[in-house]
Antibody
Framework: QVRLQESGPGLVKPSETLSLTCTIS????????WSWSRQPPGKGLEWIGY???????SYNPSLNSRATISLHRSDNRFSLNLNSVTAADTAVYYC??????????WGQGTLVTVSS | QAVVTQEPSLTVSPGGTVTLTCGSS?????????PYWYQQKPGQAPRTLIY???NSHSWTPARFSGSLLGGKAALTLSGAQPEDEADYYC??????????FGGGTKLTVL
């Protein structure tokens, strides 16, 4: 059974870079999409972007090129960097595996607060 | 960027049937949008119910089904249970490169 686990700092200062890792267990990296989504407190879900197993990426244009998602095959994980954060980036961040006709599996989520 | 629309809230009686819909500002939703449906209960991560329009996960209760209906993606709940009270989100893919969530539907079982 596929399991995803987010990890990273729970507090980030404004203007700094938010960095999260998603550890993958119980499944292969191929042939899936590995994505990040987020949910501000009390609000709906927002797609951030994905890295395909081939390494190609795509991002939500509303983030103005602040996001970078990378795949790390050697240790079965993928990561999210979001630079120049503001309070509006405070949210629960989720990593997700989808595609490959296999449905979608979500991590449990991690709350990141942007505050000085 | 496309806008994906869902009913903000719906109410269904226990044992009743309700259909949630997911529309797109770009036109009719088709199977090429690979519609996903997620259920989220308070304090929990979303859980996938339906993927690629009609496919269920092993954990998806049989009372949930997905379809295309009137140019929208649809999630039908037949025989609502109290535990189905939750927020429901759809996700559409636009040419694979852009994914957009709907605003979510708050379903009340009452």
């Amino acid at each position: 059974q596929v399991r995803l686990q987010e990890s990273g700092p729970g507090l980030v200062k404004p203007s700094e870079t938010l960095s999260l890792t998603c550890t993958i267990s119980g499944g292969s990296i191929n042939p899936y999409f590995w994505s990040w989504s987020r949910q501000p407190p009390g609000k709906g879900l927002e797609w951030i972007g994905y890295v395909f197993y081939t390494g190609s990426t795509s991002y939500n244009p509303s983030l103005n090129s602040r996001a970078t998602i990378s795949l790390h095959r050697s240790d079965n994980r993928f990561s999210l960097n979001l630079n120049s954060v503001t309070a509006a980036d405070t949210a629960v961040y989720y990593c997700v595996r989808s595609g490959g006709s296999g449905g979608a599996y979500w991590g449990q989520g991690t709350l990141v607060t942007v505050s000085s | 960027q496309a806008v994906v629309t869902q009913e903000p809230s719906l109410t269904v009686s226990p044992g009743g049937t309700v259909t949630l819909t997911c529309g797109s500002s770009t036109g009719a939703v088709t199977s090429d949008h690979y519609p996903y449906w997620y259920q989220q209960k308070p304090g929990q991560a979303p859980r996938t119910l339906i993927y690629d329009t009609t496919n269920s996960h092993s954990w998806t209760p049989a009372r949930f089904s997905g379809s295309l209906l009137g140019g929208k993606a649809a999630l039908t709940l037949s025989g609502a249970q109290p535990e189905d009270e939750a927020d429901y989100y759809c996700l559409l893919s636009y040419n694979v490169v852009s994914w957009v969530f709907g605003g979510g539907t708050k379903l009340t079982v009452l």
